[in-house]
């Protein structure tokens, strides 16, 4: 006996729907009114009102980097998002939570996106995770990195970047415009504020 056309169609719609509802838009609408939380004198922040701040979330001109860090395809390689430690060992590498040493060190949360149009969570992680490489890697040095990844690891599998750069006559190299900017993104590149005490308790 073969089934009805309408029922194999409404199998379909079903099957698609509710992975649909409980992995998009369940989320979406738990986290559509995030908004930033203020610190208040039991936090014991200094310089920072509320977290998080739109001002930290910027730096230099980090919006069209990341415009670059996308057109680039770093997201292939590379992850935002530090995972809890159920779901993998990203806590127990060091600098990849943030600054263990002032005990910042955590993992990502939604609101740690807020002011960013779109968030590169990444694809998959065959480099290191940048949730907070702005801690751990200097101006300079993810220069160098863009530039000549083996010049930092000789078994390095990342790509160099040398269409970023410019050689000038004396031999010297320089950074054009889109490798300032990718850098710039990526040294904004610190989520690990710390989680206002009054937001702690609202979620416990």
């Known amino acids: 006996m073969k089934t009805p056309f309408w029922k194999l169609i409404l199998g379909l719609v079903v099957c698609f729907a509710f992975p649909w509802i409980f992995l998009l838009m369940m989320p979406y609408v738990s986290e559509a009114k995030v908004a930033p939380v203020g610190y208040t004198a039991e936090d014991e922040v200094e310089g920072i009102s509320a977290y998080p701040e739109r001002s930290t979330l910027r730096y230099g001109s980090s919006d069209y980097g990341a415009q670059v860090y996308a057109a680039e395809g770093c997201a292939y390689c590379h992850t935002q998002m530090v995972r809890p430690t159920y779901a993998g060992p990203d806590m127990w590498r060091y600098g990849w939570g943030g600054r263990e040493a002032d005990g910042l060190a955590r993992e990502t949360r939604p609101e740690d996106y807020l002011g960013e149009s779109f968030a590169h969570l990444g694809y998959q992680r065959l480099g290191q995770d940048l949730s907070n490489v702005g801690h ?25 970047y040398p269409h970023l750069y410019r050689t000038l006559e004396d031999g010297s190299i320089h950074p054009t415009e889109k490798a300032d900017a990718l850098v710039d993104y990526l040294l904004s590149r610190r989520k690990d504020a710390k989680i206002p005490v009054a937001d702690t308790r609202n979620r416990q």
């Not at 300079?140 to 990195?145: A, D, G, I, K, S």
């Not at 530039?147 to 790509?159: A, E, N, Q, W």
Request: no cysteine.
């Open 136 to 160: 751990r890697l200097t101006r300079e040095e993810l220069h160098r990195h863009l530039y000549d990844p083996r010049s930092f690891d000789v078994d390095s599998g990342m790509p160099a």
